[in-house]
């Protein structure tokens, strides 16, 4: 059974009277002990700085690793983070058209900051650099990800699309480029071209920030 007191209180006022350790004991349901479940949870945000995006940052294996939740319960946690980060996706609507790196940081910057390893995604746009869709095509771990340069270039064909843009993010927050990140650039740019497709840019999310092999003339 949920915590009692969380659920009248939403069922009564509606979720959104709820605090975030109420909203959160009713995201992992009942507890294991004698704690009540939103004691629980005001437990975890207050040891991560009551920050729910400090809580973002966590992997599962973390999350699991917190009084009160096993690894179901985490991933739980772990899915509702992430359901409000795609509402927030959803709601700028329609096609968006990229007009420079900064359009291209603002699309992926709620969905990769402060993810807790690194990742790459695939940007495919049409000839109006219209976005026709993104691809995550590696998972990776704290420092690095390893990504097939065959598995980009599908779906860029997948997508009938004019140009690409590659994205990943550093767990670290720090943006700068490392010789792998350069590397991997030539080579997706060497592909790129022999399909005659564009690489318009390889853009690295950091903390706030960002770094554009476009804006320091490595494309």
Do not use: W
């Not at 319960?73 to 983070?81: D, F, G, I, M, R």
């Amino acid at each position: 059974m949920l915590n009692v007191p969380a659920r009248e209180k939403a069922l009564k006022e509606g979720v959104v009277a709820l605090e975030n350790a109420e909203l959160l004991a009713l995201v992992v349901g009942s507890g294991r002990n004698d704690r009540t479940r939103e004691g629980q949870m005001g437990t975890l945000l207050h040891r991560h700085g009551d920050s729910l995006r400090a809580l973002g940052m966590l992997s599962a294996e973390e999350l699991s690793e917190q009084e009160g939740l096993d690894r179901s319960k985490a991933l739980a946690v772990q899915a509702s983070l992430e359901l409000g980060r795609r509402l927030l996706e959803e709601e700028r609507g329609g096609k968006v058209q990229i007009k420079g790196t900064g359009d291209i940081y603002e699309y992926f910057r709620i969905r990769m900051t402060d993810r807790p390893q690194e990742e790459c995604h695939v940007m495919v746009l049409d000839t109006k650099n219209q976005v026709l869709a993104t691809h995550l095509v590696s998972l990776g771990g704290l420092t690095q990800t390893s990504v097939d340069v065959r598995v980009v270039m599908r779906y860029a064909l997948l997508h009938s699309g004019t140009q690409i843009v590659l994205v990943h993010n550093h767990p670290s927050g720090n943006p700068a480029p490392s010789r792998e990140d350069e590397a991997l650039t030539q080579t997706v740019a060497k592909a790129c071209q022999a399909l005659r497709i564009r690489l318009m840019d390889h853009v690295i999310i950091g903390d706030n920030t960002y770094y554009s092999f476009y804006e320091h003339d490595k494309i």
